[in-house]
T-cell receptor, first 113, second 112 residues
């Protein structure tokens, strides 16, 4: 089992460009999450999907959209990238909600110039 | 908004010394989780505490959850170079278990 996979690993964008970050899990988990990690600030939740077919905003959703394509896949889209979105993005999954253990992907390091 | 404060931000220790990181929440938590992130890596789950006053041990690591379920600590005895990384606490809210509220992390740096 690969666990949680993310693509790409690294990306450099110019301000205003768009891109989609891909995430897939092979653990048959119901819930999936997108976080961003900035130095000294821990992890902040962007969006989550409690189950297939549902998505909800987290703490910092502005500038992002998500799609829960199926049970395995959860993508994050930046429509018009801004330098403030330079960060490391982590996808995670868990069996369900209710504060269960989360499994993380390796992360995408995004730089917006 | 609801926050989980984690201190210290950094801790330098000599190999063999002990290490402790503390988390405090402004609201009661339903549970708290601890994660470790190695440099350049991703967070990896260590443990979950659910009960008031709970204490759990994993070899040299001791985790505690406060009686009021608002604070928690992680203590490492006799640190080793393999302990290097950033330790995060993440609390699950009483009114919504969907979201984990993350502390900012404590970076453990070991001097050889």
């Amino acid at each position: 089992n690969a666990g949680v996979t993310q693509t790409p690993k690294f990306q450099v964008l110019k301000t205003g460009q768009s891109m989609t970050l891909q995430c897939a899990q092979d653990m048959n988990h119901n819930s999936m999450y997108w976080y961003r990690q900035d130095p000294g600030m821990g992890l902040r939740l962007i969006y989550y999907s409690a189950s297939e077919g549902t998505t909800d905003k987290g703490e910092v959703p502005n500038g992002y959209n998500v799609s829960r394509l199926n049970k395995r896949e959860f993508s994050l889209r930046l429509e018009s990238a801004a330098p403030s979105q330079t960060s490391v993005y982590f996808c995670a999954s868990s069996e369900g909600t209710s504060g269960l253990e989360q499994f993380f992907g390796p992360g995408t390091r995004l730089t917006v110039l | 908004g609801q926050q989980v404060m984690q201190i210290p931000q950094y801790q330098h220790v000599q190999e063999g010394e002990d290490f402790t990181t503390y988390c405090n929440s402004s609201t009661t938590l339903s549970n708290i989780q601890w994660y470790k992130q190695r440099p350049g890596g991703h967070p990896v789950f260590l443990i979950q505490l659910v009960k008031s006053g709970e204490v759990k041990k994993q070899k040299r690591l001791t985790f505690q959850f406060g009686e009021a379920k608002k604070n928690s600590s992680l203590h490492i005895t006799a640190t080793q170079t393999t302990d290097v990384g950033t330790y995060f606490c993440a609390g699950s809210r009483v009114d919504s278990n969907y979201q984990l509220i993350w502390g900012a992390g404590t970076k453990l740096i070991i001097k050889p």
